[in-house]
């Protein structure tokens, strides 16, 4: 069964830092594109990050860049979001998904999400 499990995470103040993990299952997950998603309440769902299964080239949306790193561990079958300069608007349940490509619309496979509150 094809499965994608995101962990780590929690509640931090502004300017800490999370590390979230996308565990893959069911399917060799270095041979795919992962983005990691975000939805805040009363807003759109929004790609922040996303690496290729090709060669590794990584994508980060404006608002995170320089802030957070995308990276994979494929022994591990593992998709890290190294999120640091936390900031409140960075709140949101967070989703790895699988796919093809660094395109939303051709992401096949989702994970349940995690919750990323940032706060004073």
């Known amino acids: 069964q094809v499965q994608l499990v995101e962990s780590g995470g929690g509640s931090v103040q502004p300017g800490g830092s999370l590390r979230l993990s996308c565990a893959a299952s069911?399917?060799?997950?270095?041979?795919?594109?992962i983005g990691w998603f975000r939805q805040a309440p009363g807003k759109e769902r929004e790609g922040v990050s996303c690496i290729k299964g090709s060669d590794g080239s990584t994508y980060h949306t404006d608002s995170v860049k320089g802030r957070f790193t995308i990276s994979r561990d494929n022994a591990k079958n593992t998709v890290y979001l190294q999120m640091n300069s936390l900031k409140p608007e960075d709140t949101a349940v967070y989703y790895c998904?699988?796919?093809?490509?660094?395109?939303?619309?051709?992401?096949?496979?989702w994970g349940q999400g995690t919750q990323v509150t940032v706060s004073s």
């Open positions: 998904a699988a796919g093809p490509a660094c395109l939303t619309a051709t992401m096949r496979y």
């Open positions: 069911g399917f060799t997950s270095g041979y795919y594109a």
